[in-house]
């Protein structure tokens, strides 16, 4: 997955900038539900999966999520992440804020909304009930993390403007007749 856009520290930003970041990576996610092994699992979105199947869907303040990487497709990823900004590599704190911070809006921003956020979102008309597509159910969910920093050429220093370019590699919770293709 890659995320180009404004990646500013936590305490820095708001539900607003953390569901943009959201919506930038919904049609990416969205994308590989048209790509195997997903294709053929469209069972996997249903509002209401039959007792004891796979799920990828959750509901939350009423809004259907989709994430690949969940409790109910017994799914947790290793991630890891390039990103590329507007200071030297290797520079993790700077008055810009540090990379932790940087990298808990980037979590924040791949992980469905908790029921708080989700009833903020919909008070300020950013959900709309159609299904978004989220890497993940919940950053709890992430086992491993790598994370490289680099340059962004081109833009000035100070700039929050960030390439991320993200592998994920899902690793079973629990290996089910359901998600050995995802985890094989």
């Known amino acids: 997955m890659i995320f180009d856009g404004d990646l500013r520290p936590r305490r ?3 539900i607003e900038d953390i569901h943009k970041i959201r919506l930038a990576i919904h049609p990416q996610m969205q994308n590989l539900w048209q790509h195997e092994p997903l ?5 996997w979105l249903q509002a ?7 799920t990828a869907r959750d509901e939350v303040d009423g809004q259907p999520f989709i994430s690949i990487v969940s409790k109910g497709l017994f799914t947790q990823a290793e991630l890891d992440v390039l990103l590329l900004r507007a200071q030297p590599p290797g520079q993790l704190i ?16 791949l992980r469905i909304p908790t029921k708080a956020e989700a009833k903020e979102l ?7 009930n159609d299904m978004v597509y989220c890497l993940m159910q919940d950053d709890a969910l992430v086992s491993k993390l790598t994370v490289t920093t680099d340059r962004l050429l081109g833009e ?23 998600n ?4 094989a």
């Open 94 to 109: 700077t008055n810009q804020g540090d990379i932790d911070n940087r990298m808990k809006t980037l979590f924040d921003g």
């Open 180 to 183: 050995i293709g995802l985890v």
């Open 12 to 14: 820095r930003c708001d």
């Open 156 to 178: 000035p220093l100070g700039s929050n403007r960030t390439l991320a370019i993200i592998n994920v590699k899902l690793r079973p919770t629990r290996v089910a007749m359901g």
């Open 48 to 54: 209401v999966p039959v007792k004891g199947d796979l």
């Open 122 to 128: 919909r008070g300020r008309g950013l959900l709309a």
């Open 39 to 43: 294709v053929h699992s469209t069972k």
